[in-house]
């Protein structure tokens, strides 16, 4: 860039570069060109989602540009928009949420190497991590000091919050964009991208599989996501669930046996029996009812993750040595190897597809645990905005 006068601007790649003169040094900011998108987004705790219009960076040499076809409304959208998890992880308004991406290639960077304009590709939870610490070396970019969530992390390229799938259009760093298997509805597909990964995981880790009694606590978007790994596994599945509406369906998914929890006669039948259980319930409750269920060495690992501290006496643990353990969605590469697992096996969310003007009746069924199984919102609902 040739200019020196002070605030030049030259518009280079998709991003701006300032030029300043100051105290006699010249300082270069760099600073990335912008787009406008039409998105949804809630102003505070208390206001509904509305349309709105939000920037977003125009691709440089590694994003990816994609145009959002699915995405899919997960709880813990709700718990964001509604700032339930402030003591942790407080809400930025106003909030873009959504990270059940599904959308079409529409722009690559240069130096993009693995997509296409066209390809038909998904974003999960995270857009960025250092790529460099001990935890990306491995593979577990969701466990990166320095990772980004998809929205209400901090923007790296442009300040402020990052925005998420509630949107037309999302531009992402080409190693955080999955790749979809060709054979499945990709309605379905989007939410494999939090609860699919969020209970594939844990269940992998903790080797769900032939001969195992695996347990799934709460039947909403997670729970019957891991009801349907359990059986592509091979595990023996047992749903518990505290809606008896919902015992015809959990069999239909792929439940071996159902328990309705109010039953404590049915609860007690199964003690100490499970190898494993996941525990996906979005709102306080009694683990130990569950940790109970335990056999010896058993694991309850939870991934719903409700706002307040639950109560775990030593002594549930201490008899059996049994174990209990958290787990967060899921590096990328398994993320891409449990897209590929569900293109082979035809795993695919149950959806109910809506528009994104019902997103807020949306989310009061979702808080009423009345949704069977995920919402998923057609952006194309977008356009009329
Ligand atoms: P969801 O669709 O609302 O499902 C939660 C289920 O929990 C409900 O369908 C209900 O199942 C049960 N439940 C709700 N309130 C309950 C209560 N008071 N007592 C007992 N059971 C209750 O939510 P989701 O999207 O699956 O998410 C579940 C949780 O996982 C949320 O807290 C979410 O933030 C968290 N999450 C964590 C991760 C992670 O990486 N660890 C990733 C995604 C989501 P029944 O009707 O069958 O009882
Ligand atoms: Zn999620």
């Known amino acids: 860039m040739s200019s020196r006068e002070k605030g030049a601007r030259c518009i280079t790649r998709g991003v701006t570069i300032t030029c300043d003169i100051q105290s006699g040094a010249t300082s270069f900011t760099v600073q990335p060109t912008t787009y406008k998108a039409k998105a949804y987004s809630a102003a505070s705790e208390e206001s509904p989602l509305a349309s709105t219009t939000i920037a977003r960076r125009d691709p440089t040499e590694r994003d990816v540009q994609i145009e959002i076809l699915f995405c899919g409304i997960c709880h813990s959208d709700l718990h964001s928009v509604r700032n339930e998890w402030s003591e942790f992880m407080a809400t930025n308004y106003p909030i873009v ?14 130096a993009v190497t693995k997509y296409k304009a066209g390809d038909l590709v998904a974003v999960g939870c995270m857009v960025d991590s250092d790529r460099s610490c001990p935890n990306c070396k491995r593979d577990l970019e969701q466990f990166c000091p320095n990772m980004t969530l998809t929205f209400n992390s901090l923007d790296k390229h442009l300040g402020g919050v990052t925005y998420g799938g509630y949107s037309e259009s999302i531009v992402v760093d080409e190693h955080f964009v999955l790749r979809l298997p060709s054979n499945l509805n990709i309605a379905g597909v989007a939410p494999l991208l ?9 269940m992998r880790h903790w080797g769900v599989g032939k001969g195992k009694k695996v347990g799934v606590v709460g039947l909403g978007g997670l729970g019957h996501m891991a009801v349907k790994f359990g059986r592509a ?7 518990f669930t505290t809606s008896p509406n919902k015992k015809e369906d959990a069999f239909r998914l792929g439940a071996d046996e159902v328990v309705v929890t109010r ?10 029996s499970f190898d494993f259980i996941i525990d996906t319930v979005s709102a306080n409750h009694d683990i130990n ?3 109970n269920l335990l056999g010896v060495d058993g694991n309850l690992t939870l991934v719903g993750a409700p706002a307040e501290p639950l109560d775990v006496p030593a002594f549930s643990l201490i008899m059996g040595r049994r174990r209990l353990a958290g787990s967060a969605i899921g590096g990328i590469a398994e993320t891409q190897e449990m897209l590929d697992f569900c293109g082979k096996h035809n795993v695919t969310a149950d959806v109910e597809v809506i528009p994104i003007q019902k997103v807020n009746e949306a989310y009061e069924r979702l808080w009423k645990s009345d949704v069977k199984y995920r919402f998923s919102i057609d952006m194309a609902s977008l356009k009329s905005e």
């Open 97 to 110: 949420p959504g990270h059940e991406i599904v959308g079409r290639v529409t722009t690559v960077g240069s």
């Open 194 to 202: 939090c609860a699919g990964i969020t209970t594939y995981s844990p």
């Open 233 to 239: 596994f091979g595990a023996h599945v047992a749903v």
């Open 263 to 272: 039953n404590s006669d049915e609860m007690k039948k199964h003690a100490g």
């Open 289 to 291: 009812a569950y940790i």
